[in-house]
């Protein structure tokens, strides 16, 4: 099984493949990401909240990884963040709850760092 700092490599690995492949449709996809995250309304951290109940709603191992790490860097705690994942569960049931393995476990290595 993959490390959540597995998986972040994989992540950066693979846009800097798609930065080659398809820079165009990359480089759109990263300045609307970029943009979207930037929030000044809600604020960092509770972007992340959200992004980590999305990430179990579309049930993306590599997505909770990276956001619970971002949710800790904007200063959620881990009862923060098990809030927002239930929220996830409540909307998409039992799959979702099982989601919550990779949220624990992503907590767990980037809270021990």
């Not at 929030?39 to 980590?52: A, M, Q, W």
Request: a negative charge.
């Amino acid at each position: 099984m993959k490390t959540n700092t597995q998986k972040l490599q994989e992540i950066k690995e693979l846009i800097a493949k798609l930065e080659k492949d398809t820079p165009t449709q990359i480089n759109a996809f990263n300045k609307f990401m970029l943009a979207t995250e930037k929030s000044t309304v809600l604020g960092d951290k509770y972007t992340e909240l959200i992004n980590v109940a999305l990430a179990i709603s579309a049930q993306c191992e590599w997505c909770i990884a990276l956001h619970v790490k971002g949710a800790l860097g904007a200063g959620a705690t881990k009862e923060e963040i098990l809030e927002a994942a239930m929220q996830a569960v409540l909307m998409h049931g039992g799959p979702a709850l099982m989601y919550m393995i990779p949220v624990e476990e992503a907590i767990e290595e980037f809270t021990q760092s």
